[in-house]
């Protein structure tokens, strides 16, 4: 019996007393008590009644239970399907209807609203306590794994374009377990290196890079709550590596302690997730000797390439394709040339199975051959390395996460006053990009304020409110973001 990922990630850690985590008030989990926990977790799940290929959607805080879920489901062949903690409920039931999970793990403080979505609702709060937890109580510490395929579903991550319904990219064991073993020979991580991990766990890159790449190696974690500053510089001198978002290293580089000597006994910093300026690559270069990591990828692919750990880390470009992962830049279908720009294509193991229950979407962006259409622009230079200038699509990226215009759009233009509305992302110093609300009509903006909190996460809420009193407009009507971001590309200088 066999099961690629258990086989690579889990098994090799029966009866292991490393470190698998150590928690913000300096408690230890072991790789042993780590897997004993992920036991009673599956027995607990058979007891909810999932079996492989099932679907469980989880919302809940980070934690080394969330984590030990995480593994359960590997083992149990249940497809993971993470969602943002800050999602409504109301956002929350649309991934609800489009999964059909068996069931529903959640915080206690929203297990009411969540139980009216339908399915079965545990919960589990960041402290690990709950009903999962609960239930967990008193089961076996084994954890025998299923048989799985390589091609089999692991789990499903939803994302989007700046138009339509959300879309559940299916990744396999394949495409996660070729990821990490791309990544862990990329970045040289092996079982001597501590990660400083401050990044959400619904997202692929604290999820499936960070954790994935940890297993594999054996490495171990400072496993924080989430990113705070003080956090990281205690973590500093007991780490190696630390993977995050580009807010993550302005705020560091904004604090007088971030100094050359606090981060004398790491090796690697990595960012991703929204573009990195160049800017913050040579202060953090200049304070600290380093030169941050840089690499690119998105929810259907993990991680597709990066800048070289030995080599030049060029500032703006997002390096080399990863190890078995192919690249190329296009027009129309056809490959262009040497440094013009173009449709960035993807062709590797990496590349999920497709939309779950949208085949004509899939068929849209997955050739035949395996070659992926990201919808990113891109051009690649005389040495191979990609550059990202742009998104076909007006995909707004601030603090790691996706923010989808015509989500935000519509909330705005239900608002009373408001006449229509272009939502873009500019440059932001700290978020990456900074979400602008374009706004035409004569709305009372405490109203419009209001609506938006109520109904979206705040990663997604607006930074900027501008009224104007007309979009601009082409001549087939389209509205122009191109020049509305031109225009208000100095809004957070």
């Not at 977790?41 to 999932?50: F, I, V």
């Not at 692991?154 to 879309?167: I, M, N, V």
């Not at 302005?250 to 990195?276: I, Q, W």
């Amino acid at each position: 019996m066999t099961n690629p990922l258990f086989d690579a990630l889990i098994a090799p850690h029966r009866n292991r007393s490393a470190r698998f985590a150590q928690r913000p008030r300096h408690e230890t989990v072991t790789y042993d008590a780590y897997l004993n926990m992920a036991g009673r977790a599956a027995h607990a799940l058979d007891a909810a009644g999932l079996t492989p290929g099932d679907r469980l959607v989880v919302q809940v805080a980070k934690s080394v239970e969330a984590l030990a879920i995480y593994a359960a489901c590997i083992a149990r062949g249940i497809v993971f399907v993470p969602l943002n903690t800050a999602y409504t409920t109301p956002e929350v039931a649309y991934f609800v209807g489009d999964a059909t999970p068996s069931l529903i793990l959640c915080d206690p403080a929203s297990a009411a609203e969540v139980e009216a979505l339908g399915p079965p609702v545990l919960t589990l709060a960041e402290s690990g306590t709950g009903s999962f937890a609960d239930a967990m109580q008193g089961k076996p510490t084994q954890l025998d794994p299923v048989d799985r395929a390589p091609d089999d579903l692991a789990a499903f991550l939803y994302t989007s374009g700046t138009t339509g319904r959300s879309k559940g990219a299916m990744l396999t064991q394949q495409n996660l377990l070729s990821n990490a073993q791309a990544l862990v020979q990329a970045w040289r991580i092996t079982a001597d290196d501590t990660l400083i991990h401050a990044l959400p766990i619904f997202h692929a890159h604290g999820l499936f890079v960070a954790i994935n790449t940890t297993l594999l190696s054996g490495a171990g974690m400072i496993f924080l709550s989430k990113f705070d500053v003080d956090a990281v510089l205690d973590a500093l001198p007991r780490s190696t590596t630390m993977m995050g978002v580009p807010t993550f290293y302005t705020r560091l580089l904004a604090d007088d302690r971030f100094t050359t000597d606090a981060t004398r006994d790491m090796r690697l910093f990595v960012s991703g997730s929204a573009p990195l300026l160049a800017e913050t690559h040579r202060a953090f270069e200049a304070r600290t000797g380093h030169r941050i990591l840089e690499r690119y990828g998105m929810t259907e692919t993990g991680m597709n390439a990066s800048n070289p750990y030995d080599g030049e880390r060029r500032a703006g470009t997002v390096g080399h394709p990863l190890p078995g992962v192919e690249i190329r830049v296009t027009e129309n279908g056809a490959e262009v040339a040497e440094g013009k720009i173009g449709m960035v294509e993807v062709r590797g193991p990496n590349v999920f199975k497709g939309y779950w229950q949208m085949p004509d979407k899939t068929a849209e962006e997955l050739a035949g051959d395996g070659w992926f259409t990201t919808g990113d622009l891109g051009q690649l230079d005389a040495d191979g390395y990609l550059t990202i200038v742009g998104r076909q699509k007006d995909l707004v990226i601030s603090g790691g996460f996706n923010v989808y215009p015509k989500e935000v759009e519509d909330v705005l233009d239900a608002v009373p006053g408001v006449g229509e509305s272009a939502v873009i992302g500019v440059p932001h110093p700290d978020f990456g990009e900074g979400v602008v609300a374009i706004l035409t009509g004569t709305p009372d903006m405490d109203v419009v304020k209001a609506a938006v909190s109520q109904q979206l996460a705040d990663y997604k809420r607006p930074k900027r409110f501008v009224t104007v009193d007309a979009l601009p407009r082409n001549t087939m009507g389209k509205v122009q973001k191109a020049d509305l971001r031109d225009r208000y590309k100095d809004s957070f200088a």
